[in-house]
């Protein structure tokens, strides 16, 4: 089974700061994607940035980027020059490559609160 | 072109009652998937439609059924409502199966059962 775990409820960042924010994982594949997800009150899932787990090098979108860690099953989140508009529920995510049908496996979320 | 649209965005049922929530997938995507969202958590995978047949399931008991139409619009089914069925459920589309085709979510029909 593929499990995934956000171990940080809630944050807080100061506008213009940095945040990181936590995933751990676990599953038996060696093929996979990881996702972050960015929800907002409009509660719609916006995709912030995806990893795929046979490439190195950590993927970055703008203010966005990852750290991952293969072996230690670590994908975390950092957000740079934090702004009011990151203010959301962040959600980690991992989908199986090798299966036909491949459901994303989500973590409980963390939500981030940026603070003027 | 358009995003993924749900509807209703809100409703209220009583337990033991049916409801029926609406999903249209975004232009040129064949694949719907759906999710259910209990308050405080992560989303959760109920099935996904690929070509109108159900292409896999979630671990969600045989009266939340489904629905995928020519046009690739799908329908979400739950009879028989339990109050844990209360959650936000969300629809997303990709142009394909696999993680390689990104899901583009809608913004959810959000479900009360009294």
């Known amino acids: 089974a593929q499990t995934v775990t956000q171990s940080q409820p809630e944050m807080s960042v100061q506008e213009a700061e940095t945040v990181t924010l936590s995933c751990t994982y676990d599953t038996s594949e060696n093929n996979y994607y990881l996702f972050w997800y960015k929800q907002p009150p409009s509660r719609q899932m916006i995709l912030v940035i995806r990893?795929?787990?046979?490439?190195?090098q950590n993927a970055t979108e703008n203010r966005f980027s990852v750290n991952f860690q293969k072996a230690a099953k670590s994908f975390s989140l950092k957000i740079s020059d934090s702004q009011l508009g990151d203010t959301a529920m962040y959600f980690c995510?991992?989908?199986?490559?090798?299966?036909?049908?491949?459901?994303?496996?989500f973590g409980k979320g963390t939500r981030l609160s940026v603070i003027a | 072109e358009t995003g993924v649209t749900q509807s209703p965005t809100h409703l209220i049922k009583t337990r033991g009652q049916q409801v029926t929530l609406r999903c249209s997938s975004q232009s040129g995507h064949n694949t719907v998937s759906w999710y259910q969202q209990a308050l405080g958590q992560g989303p959760q995978f109920i099935f996904q439609?690929?070509?109108?047949?159900?292409?896999g399931r979630g671990n969600f008991p045989p009266r939340f059924s489904g629905l995928q139409f020519p046009n690739y619009s799908s329908e979400l089914n739950v009879n028989a409502l339990e109050l844990d069925d209360s959650a936000l459920y969300l629809c997303?589309?990709?142009?394909?199966?696999?993680?390689?085709?990104?899901?583009?979510f809608g913004a959810g029909s959000r479900l009360t059962v009294l």
């Open positions: 439609y690929y070509r109108e047949e159900e292409n």
């Open positions: 990893q795929e787990a046979y490439k190195q």
């Open positions: 995510a991992l989908e199986n490559r090798n299966s036909g049908n491949t459901p994303l496996v």
């Open positions: 997303a589309s990709s142009s394909g199966t696999s993680g390689a085709n990104v899901l583009t």
